[in-house]
Nanobody, 115 residues
């Protein structure tokens, strides 16, 4: 069982920055494929970014050049640095771990981009 706890959401003005962090349980963290997803009411949860155990990253086109995913295997954490935020980035952001063909989710953290 993998437990994920997100932190770092909040309210920010357009153009601002936020950093989300996810702390994961388990001694096999370095083997997890980690990711961040987001969801707005009435829409499907969408992939934002992923990072493999080897550090390869992937981003949805709408956040490329603005968001950066990173991981610290010593601390069992994965972060999402979000810059140049736009109102359309407003969503609940979820941390995700994939390990041994199972997916695990955090409880989500709200990000609101508004003036």
């Amino acid at each position: 069982q993998v437990q994920l706890v997100e932190s770092g959401g909040g309210l920010v003005q357009p153009g601002g920055s936020l950093r989300l962090s996810c702390a994961a349980s388990g001694s096999s963290f370095r083997r997890y494929v980690m990711g961040w997803y987001r969801q707005v009411p009435g829409k499907q949860r969408e992939l934002v970014a992923t990072i493999t155990p080897g550090g390869w990253t992937n981003y949805v086109d709408s956040v490329k050049g603005r968001f950066t995913i990173s991981r610290d295997n010593a601390k069992n954490t994965v972060d999402l640095q979000m810059n140049s935020l736009k109102p359309e980035d407003t969503a609940v952001y979820y941390c995700n771990a994939n390990y041994l063909q199972r997916a695990y989710w955090g409880q989500g953290t709200q990000v609101t981009v508004s003036s």
